[in-house]
């Protein structure tokens, strides 16, 4: 018999959206799953908005003020989209309320915030997953295998980076993600956070880094009305951008290999240029996100003049299996976020971890932490362990 699980979502944006989607299409990928989310309610500040939600997605009940849905008797876990500023203060109530909670990166403005978070979910016995989707590409966890099976021998360096032009345009309007109090950190937080989690999931834990910041955008136009994803304020009230638009960090690793994270929300010309480059003593693997489903692949015993081939991942890499018959059918984004619902799912209905966790959240944090601490005085930083 399979369970129905009442499910919320709090903050209905872009990303509340994405979610819920997620939720609607998870049995159909993944059947056996053992559990059926119902949406009973969604809740969402801006007027109207959760309304709307409601009678587009079906859930059954809207309300404006996230502590209607902590009250719910029926909710028993609940995806946290809201802006960055509000992810603790949500995330513990929740946790505390016995809710499960899947939450978005990066999990607050602080270290202190996502540890609060994480100790919140280990005290109430929940589960927690965290938005870390990049790593949930099949390509993603194929080239992990291939770096921890000692295929590419000894890992020597890597290169991460995270380009996108969605703060390029100068009309960008100022909304809580340009912010200190509202958004914390920027490109950091959004951007550089996905490239601390996939530099720790492939290559291990970070020892030391070196990071530098630049603002290249100083001011944009503040709002007059309720914005949603990276909405246009030409001509308004022009106020300061508080937090980076790029950064450019040196890693060492606990392995002694070395590596480059660069991230930019200013690249004009560059359209969700994600992706990573791992070098080793043998061969190397190369990944784009604009081509999700292909790996570049160098093995062998060559070294010089060694030929780099094209794989495309198939249904025996991942989670592909659940979504495509043969390689070289596309999976996209919106497919990592069911990957991501799956094991969110999986973790309640098992009471195990699958997925990104609240640890992994923390560890991000840390490394964020160690960057913003690194530009502003200049030198290397210790990435303590956590």
Same mark, same amino acid.
């Given at each position: 018999?399979?369970?129905?699980?009442?499910?919320?979502?709090?903050?209905?944006?872009?990303?509340?959206?994405?979610?819920?989607?997620?939720?609607?299409?998870?049995?159909?990928?993944?059947?056996?799953?053992?559990?059926?989310?119902?949406?009973?309610?969604?809740?969402?500040?801006?007027?109207?908005?959760?309304?709307?939600?409601?009678?587009?997605?079906?859930?059954?009940?809207?309300?404006? /003020?996230? &502590? %209607? !849905? @902590?009250?719910?008797?029926?909710?028993?876990? $609940?995806?946290? *989209?809201?802006?960055?500023?509000?992810?603790?203060?949500?995330?513990?109530?929740?946790?505390?309320?016995?809710?499960?909670?899947?939450?978005?990166?990066?999990?607050?403005?602080?270290?202190? /915030?996502? &540890? %609060? !978070? @994480?100790?919140?979910?280990?005290?109430?016995? $929940?589960?927690? *997953?965290?938005?870390?989707?990049?790593?949930?590409?099949?390509?993603?966890?194929?080239?992990?295998?291939?770096?921890?099976?000692?295929?590419?021998?000894?890992?020597?360096?890597?290169?991460?980076?995270?380009?996108?032009?969605?703060?390029?345009?100068?009309?960008?309007?100022?909304?809580?993600?340009?912010?200190?109090?509202?958004?914390?950190?920027?490109?950091?937080?959004?951007?550089?956070?996905?490239?601390?989690?996939?530099?720790?999931?492939?290559?291990?834990?970070?020892?030391?880094?070196?990071?530098?910041?630049?603002?290249?955008?100083?001011?944009?136009?503040?709002?007059?009305?309720?914005?949603?994803?990276?909405?246009?304020?030409?001509?308004?009230?022009?106020?300061?951008?508080?937090?980076?638009?790029?950064?450019?960090?040196?890693?060492?690793?606990?392995?002694?290999?070395?590596?480059?994270?660069?991230?930019?929300?200013?690249?004009?010309?560059?359209?969700?240029?994600?992706?990573?480059?791992?070098?080793?003593?043998?061969?190397?693997?190369?990944?784009?996100?604009?081509?999700?489903?292909?790996?570049?692949?160098?093995?062998?015993?060559?070294?010089?003049?060694?030929?780099?081939?094209?794989?495309?991942?198939?249904?025996?890499?991942?989670?592909?299996?659940?979504?495509?018959?043969?390689?070289?059918?596309?999976?996209?984004?919106?497919?990592?976020?069911?990957?991501?619902?799956?094991?969110?799912?999986?973790?309640?209905?098992?009471?195990?971890?699958?997925?990104?966790?609240?640890?992994?959240?923390?560890?991000?944090?840390?490394?964020?932490?160690?960057?913003?601490?690194?530009?502003?005085?200049?030198?290397?930083?210790?990435?303590?362990?956590?």
């Amino acid at each position: 018999m399979v369970d129905t699980l009442g499910v919320a979502v709090v903050g209905f944006g872009w990303m509340g959206r994405v979610h819920t989607q997620a939720y609607a299409r998870v049995l159909h990928h993944y059947p056996r799953l053992g559990l059926r989310p119902e949406l009973v309610a969604v809740a969402e500040e801006v007027p109207g908005r959760a309304e709307e939600a409601a009678a587009q997605y079906g859930f059954a009940s809207a309300a404006r /003020d996230w &502590r %209607a !849905v @902590a009250a719910d008797p029926r909710v028993r876990a $609940v995806s946290i *989209t809201a802006p960055n500023f509000l992810h603790r203060e949500i995330g513990v109530a929740m946790a505390e309320a016995g809710k499960h909670i899947w939450i978005e990166k990066p999990v607050g403005l602080t270290v202190a /915030d996502a &540890r %609060a !978070v @994480a100790d919140a979910v280990a005290e109430a016995g $929940v589960q927690g *997953t965290v938005g870390f989707n990049y790593r949930n590409a099949p390509a993603v966890e194929t080239a992990r295998g291939l770096i921890t099976s000692g295929e590419l021998g000894r890992i020597t360096h890597a290169r991460i980076r995270l380009f996108s032009d969605y703060a390029a345009h100068p009309e960008g309007a100022l909304t809580w993600r340009y912010e200190r109090e509202r958004g914390g950190s920027g490109v950091l937080g959004d951007l550089a956070s996905h490239g601390a989690d996939l530099a720790r999931y492939l290559l291990g834990d970070l020892a030391s880094l070196t990071a530098d910041t630049a603002v290249f955008v100083p001011e944009r136009a503040r709002p007059t009305g309720a914005t949603a994803g990276h909405s246009r304020a030409a001509g308004g009230e022009l106020g300061p951008v508080e937090n980076e638009d790029y950064v450019n960090c040196l890693l060492r690793f606990a392995s002694g290999a070395r590596g480059v994270l660069e991230a930019c929300r200013v690249s004009v010309g560059e359209q969700n240029n994600y992706g990573f480059e791992v070098h080793g003593t043998k061969g190397a693997v190369f990944w784009d996100f604009r081509r999700m489903n292909e790996l570049g692949v160098s093995r062998g015993d060559r070294y010089q003049d060694q030929p780099v081939s094209t794989v495309y991942v198939g249904p025996g890499d991942g989670e592909f299996g659940a979504f495509q018959p043969g390689a070289a059918n596309a999976m996209g984004y919106d497919d990592l976020k069911v990957v991501e619902a799956h094991r969110f799912l999986r973790s309640i209905a098992e009471g195990t971890p699958h997925g990104a966790t609240l640890a992994d959240a923390v560890h991000s944090a840390v490394v964020l932490d160690a960057m913003a601490r690194s530009a502003e005085s200049g030198t290397w930083v210790d990435v303590t362990a956590v």
